[in-house]
């Protein structure tokens, strides 16, 4: 048996520890979907507008850390790059409430030090599900990896709008900073599945960004965006149709996200990663559609349910090609790439959507979105992706 395959399977106790960590740091995350807009209205009186920049704010803090994120992997190490994420995580939850009581401005920094914490914690978690398994199982592990991303999503807005409703902000992001300690605690269970032939290097900034990891993030930048947008709001769009079943539109998408994924290893092991891709975009557009003409819940939950079909299996899909397309020493910086392209298109979108909502209202917002789909399903079937030895098959041909 090879060494490393060794290590791998000697290692294999420790994949609940990560699913655990995972689900559980998406739900601090999860739990600001419906209590944030309503920071932002109550605390500062702001309307679609500073939503989107409170949104956007932590996709900044993301973004700043994600050219770094894959050197900081390798120098430190994977589960190093948890533990520091966690802690940033537990300081930014307890510091919104008191950053907003000052003004817009200290809390897009807290939510800029969140982005952070997220944007280390992620790359840490999602490299080491990539490495721990052995290739064999890479892609049902990461799967289940994935699935869990869902988890905190459907649970932490429960959990949130329960909490803020009987207790209010303070007790709802005390909770928040609770469960980034349990991530925390969890940390320590990991192993650091580094590489010993990864090579940390800083370089010239434009080495930090790996080329095969910015062709499949852009792929992958509309539908996080109308990920984002959905979160951000639905719960407003729901009090403004008068529906008032916010938590429960989110809490129906994390759910079925969630049965979608445990259900898709077939998916995820099929060949034609680009009739995956497609299909996915096809159902995030009619998913915009339905929430584009809802007059009532009845048209939020078929929406929150069709963008849970397209992005049950877009970013596992596209992190399993970047696998395929690159090699082993490169793996870290080629994730974090695609969620620095991510944050980019979230953090620069998501203002201009919340512009748009304000001009032309929540349908004129997700009518953008369903143009945004149709572009982007014309780059996936372009030779840009399809040359990537994760489509095409072919043996790796990436630059290191």
Request: a neutral charge; aromatic letters at 12%.
């Amino acid at each position: 048996m090879e060494p490393e395959t060794a290590r791998r399977n000697e290692s294999a106790y420790a994949i609940p520890f990560l699913l655990i960590a995972t689900a559980t740091y998406f739900g601090v995350s999860g739990l600001s979907f419906p209590v944030l807009p309503r920071l932002v209205d109550q605390k500062l009186n702001g309307g679609n507008t500073e939503i989107g920049l409170s949104f956007a704010a932590f996709g900044f803090g993301l973004m700043a850390l994600r050219p770094f994120v894959g050197y900081l992997t390798d120098r430190f190490g994977r589960r190093n790059a948890v533990v520091g994420g966690a802690l940033l995580t537990v300081i930014s939850q307890f510091l919104y409430v008191p950053a907003a009581d000052i003004g817009l401005w200290t809390l897009l920094g807290a939510r800029f030090l969140a982005g952070m914490g997220g944007s280390v914690m992620y790359v840490g978690l999602a490299t080491i599900a990539t490495e721990l398994p052995t290739p064999e199982r890479r892609a049902a592990v990461f799967g289940i990896f994935a699935s869990m991303t869902f988890v905190g999503f459907a649970i932490g807005p429960l959990v949130g709008d329960i909490v803020f409703e009987s207790a209010g902000f303070t007790a709802a992001y005390s909770t928040a900073g609770a469960f980034g300690l349990v991530v925390l605690a969890l940390a320590w269970f990991l192993p650091d599945t580094t590489p010993p032939d990864a090579s940390p290097n800083l370089g010239k900034f434009r080495e930090l960004l790996h080329p095969v990891g910015a062709r499949l993030g852009i792929a992958n930048m509309t539908g996080l965006l109308a990920f984002i947008a959905f979160n951000a709001f639905v719960t407003p769009w729901s009090d403004e149709l008068g529906s008032g079943q916010a938590r429960w539109v989110l809490f129906t998408f994390g759910m079925c996200a969630l049965l979608l994924r445990l259900g898709s290893t077939k998916i995820l092991e099929h060949p034609n990663r680009t009739g995956v891709l497609v299909f996915t975009y096809i159902a995030i557009s009619l998913s915009a559609l339905a929430l584009a003409t809802a007059q009532g819940a009845v048209l939020l939950f078929a929406g929150a349910v069709l963008l849970a079909l397209g992005l049950a299996f877009l970013t596992p899909v596209l992190i399993l090609a970047a696998a395929d397309s690159s090699p082993e020493a490169a793996r870290a910086r080629v994730v974090s790439t695609i969620t620095f392209f991510n944050d980019f298109g979230s953090s620069a979108g998501v203002p201009i959507l919340g512009l748009v909502a304000d001009a032309a209202g929540f349908r004129g917002m997700y009518l953008v979105l369903i143009v945004l789909a149709g572009l982007t399903v014309v780059y996936i079937r372009s030779s840009v992706l399809q040359n990537l030895g994760g489509f095409s098959g072919e043996p790796v041909t990436a630059p290191s």
